[in-house]
């Protein structure tokens, strides 16, 4: 399996629930989906926006697989769209959630229980959820917490970064990877592969993860 950490962060690296980018950069993330078999979101971006996960044209392809994994089993539903249009979305949580949540939900979602990992919810294990559901390339798509969980699992292989001309300067602002320590010893490395400047001045970027050296 193939897995891909997409993001879009203003020049001083901070994140943001609402738009960052232009449209150049919503149909990068649109073509990244279609390239991809599933969305794995956490349900923090849930809870702070309305996300669809559409494609190109503004697509929900029926055999695509919408999912999004919550440890406190705090889900919106009755607002949120995903639950409304498309195939219904999977729920990743924990397992002493996974029976009340599953109840709520009902046929608005499919809820799978989730051993623990790491640093949270095991996203390994979700991967192989995932995979038996038959994906074999995934889009991670934040946000902070859900992006550093990640990557120091060691699951991700590529990271797809936009650069907004933005600055934001908040230090309560998130980043593309928040969590309680270091993702190496002192860096995670990571290998460009692609960078495109566009007359935008967005900067469209692609990483590989390196995994064998700090």
């Known amino acids: 399996m193939k897995v891909y950490i997409i993001c879009v962060t203003t020049a001083c690296g901070r994140i943001e629930p609402g738009p960052i980018g232009t449209t150049l950069d919503r149909r990068h993330l649109e073509n990244m989906r279609a390239q991809t078999n599933a969305s794995l979101l956490g349900a923090g971006t849930l809870r702070e926006g309305d996300p669809e996960m559409r494609g190109p044209d503004g697509r929900i392809p029926g055999n695509r697989i919408r999912a999004f994994i919550t440890g406190s089993g705090k889900i919106p539903v009755e607002d949120r769209k995903v639950f409304r ?53 995934v889009l991670i798509e934040g946000g902070a917490r859900l992006n550093f969980a990640a990557l120091a699992e060691g699951i991700v292989d590529e990271l797809v970064l936009t650069v907004a001309p933005r600055l934001s300067g908040d230090r309560g602002a998130a980043t593309l990877a928040d969590g309680p320590g270091r993702l190496g010893q002192p860096f995670l490395a990571l290998d460009l592969l692609e960078c495109l400047a566009a007359e935008t001045g967005e900067l469209f970027l692609k990483y590989r993860v390196v995994k064998d050296r700090s």
């Open 85 to 137: 249009l498309g195939p219904p979305p999977v729920i990743f949580t924990g397992p002493d959630r996974a029976d009340e949540l599953g109840s709520a939900l009902g046929q608005r979602a499919h809820v799978v229980p989730l051993p623990e990992g790491p640093h949270g919810l095991s996203l390994r294990a979700a991967l192989d959820e995932l995979g038996h559901m038959g994906a074999e390339t």
